[in-house]
């Protein structure tokens, strides 16, 4: 069974570097079905797709327009993770983050992470 | 991209039925038939109810029912249950690994 699993800093201060680790069990990144994102909830909102990665030999990343000037995703294979990085952070990054495996075929997440909630604050 | 567009709430009574929308454009709901639809109970992680706009994961219960018409995609639940009140997301492909979320749509069952 696959399981996602999201660690990393709950709380970051403004300005900084908000970095965030998925790792993954029961699964591989290099399988063609498949690509990984990351997603965002703020409080009491909806979901946002920050950025997805395709592993296919090599790591392809697509990021939300709105974000890319300030995101990195990127895989280790080795240690079976998917990291996230956000730099430059505002409160409004304040969110629990998801990461998520997605079908390739039909654009769905059928696998999440239960989520880890960064806040940003001084 | 802009988020995809859903009301905030609906309601219904038990084994009654309900319809939430989900409003995108051309280049999204309307252009491709990958529309999936989440449902997220308070402090879980979404869980994926219908994926290809009509097609359901195994284990959902079939009064879930995700249908398309033009740039809308909607998900009807039939024979309400107390159960199924949840907040619930539609998504959809944008481009190659890029998707788009809906706001969400708070289901109460009255």
């Known amino acids: 069974q696959l399981q996602l699993q999201e660690s990393g800093p709950g709380l970051v201060k403004p300005s900084e570097t908000l970095s965030l680790t998925c790792t993954v069990s029961g699964g591989s990144f290099s399988s063609s079905t498949y690509y990984w994102a990351w997603i965002r909830q703020p409080p009491g909102k909806g979901l946002e797709w920050i950025g997805s990665?395709?592993?296919?030999?090599?790591?392809?990343?697509y990021y939300n327009a709105s974000l890319k000037s300030r995101v990195t995703i990127s895989v280790d294979t080795s240690k079976s993770q998917l990291s996230l990085g956000l730099t430059s952070v505002t409160a409004a990054d304040t969110a629990v983050y998801y990461c998520?495996?997605?079908?390739?075929?039909?654009?769905?997440?059928?696998?999440w992470g239960q989520g880890t909630l960064v806040t940003v604050s001084s | 991209q802009s988020a995809l567009t859903q009301p905030r709430s609906v309601s219904g009574s038990p084994g009654q039925s309900v319809t939430m929308s989900c409003s995108g454009t051309?280049?999204?709901?309307?252009?491709?038939?990958?529309v999936s639809w989440y449902q997220q109970n308070p402090g879980k992680a979404p869980k994926l109810m219908i994926y290809d706009v009509t097609k359901r994961p195994s284990g959902v219960p079939d009064r879930f029912s995700g249908s398309k018409s033009g740039n809308t995609a909607s998900l009807t639940i039939s024979g309400l249950q107390a159960e199924d009140e949840a907040d619930y997301f539609c998504c959809s492909y944008v481009s190659s690994f890029t998707v788009v979320f809906g706001g969400g749509t708070k289901l109460t069952v009255l």
């Open positions: 990665l395709y592993y296919s030999g090599r790591g392809s990343t």
């Open positions: 051309s280049s999204d709901v309307g252009g491709y038939n990958h």
């Open positions: 998520g495996r997605l079908i390739k075929a039909s654009d769905a997440v059928d696998y």
